[in-house]
T-cell receptor
Framework: DAKTTQPPSMDCAEGRAANLPCNHS???????VYWYRQIHSQGPQYIIH???NNETNEMASLIITEDRKSSTLILPHATLRDTAVYYC????????????FGTGTKLQVIP | EPEVTQTPSHQVTQMGQEVILRCVPI?????FYWYRQILGQKVEFLVS????????KSEIFDDQFSVERPDGSNFTLKIRSTKLEDSAMYFC???????????FGAGTRLSVL
């Protein structure tokens, strides 16, 4: 898995967009960018993943730069329930390999 | 979202005792994983399991740990002789086989006294 770098913490006002950056400058061509989050001590929750095109689902949008060296997870209208640790992971899709979690970004949504 | 069920939610045990943590994976999922998270630390991979065999295990997964799928549905993690440092949250996860999206259970909090 390629190394990823994320800021340790961020704040976001409730109702505003939360933009969480991730650097993965050594990502290889067959590695996808995955995002998970962990709310308090609950099990990690899958959010979204992508290879090179921008992706959107009901939870979030993922913007990957053209050179694929960085990406941004966007929560369009953050709520208090989005307060969590967000993990960016660069890994192959398929192969069913383990997820290697880093320390992530602690997002605090402020009322 | 598909649901992975773990029991018990909290297990308290004495040091040296055996514990069995249980996971009911999503019915058509084929790949199973155990992770643990010591309080305040990262989520760490323990073991992966496919077709009734261990596919990969970490250094943490020593001879004190074992996994099995005894009845074709439940997936269990056994710790033979618990140590104080085994106190942690233990998470089960599964994959259907499409992509690498892992679905995690809510976890079992193991407290070793």
């Amino acid at each position: 898995d390629a190394k990823t770098t994320q800021p340790p913490s961020m704040d976001c006002a409730e109702g505003r967009a939360a933009n969480l950056p991730c650097n993965h400058s050594t990502i290889s061509g067959n590695e996808y960018v995955y995002w998970y989050r962990q709310i308090h001590s609950q099990g990690p929750q899958y959010i979204i993943h992508g290879l090179k095109n921008n992706e959107t689902n009901e939870m979030a949008s993922l913007i990957i730069t053209e050179d694929r060296k960085s990406s941004t997870l966007i929560l369009p209208h953050a709520t208090l329930r989005d307060t969590a640790v967000y993990y960016c992971i660069a890994t192959r899709s398929g192969g069913y390999q383990k997820v290697t979690f880093g320390t992530g970004t602690k997002l605090q949504v402020i009322p | 979202e598909p649901e992975v069920t773990q029991t018990p939610s909290h297990q308290v045990t004495q040091m040296g005792q055996e514990v069995i943590l249980r996971c009911v994976p999503i019915s058509n999922h084929l790949y199973f994983y155990w992770y643990r998270q010591i309080l305040g630390q990262k989520v760490e991979f323990l073991v992966s399991f496919y077709n009734n065999e261990i596919s990969e295990k970490s250094e943490i997964f020593d001879d004190q740990f074992s996994v099995e799928r005894p009845d074709g549905s439940n997936f269990t993690l056994k710790i033979r002789s618990t140590k104080l440092e085994d106190s942690a949250m233990y998470f089960c996860a599964t994959i259907a086989g499409e992509g690498n999206i892992q679905y995690f259970g809510a976890g079992t909090r193991l407290s070793v006294l």
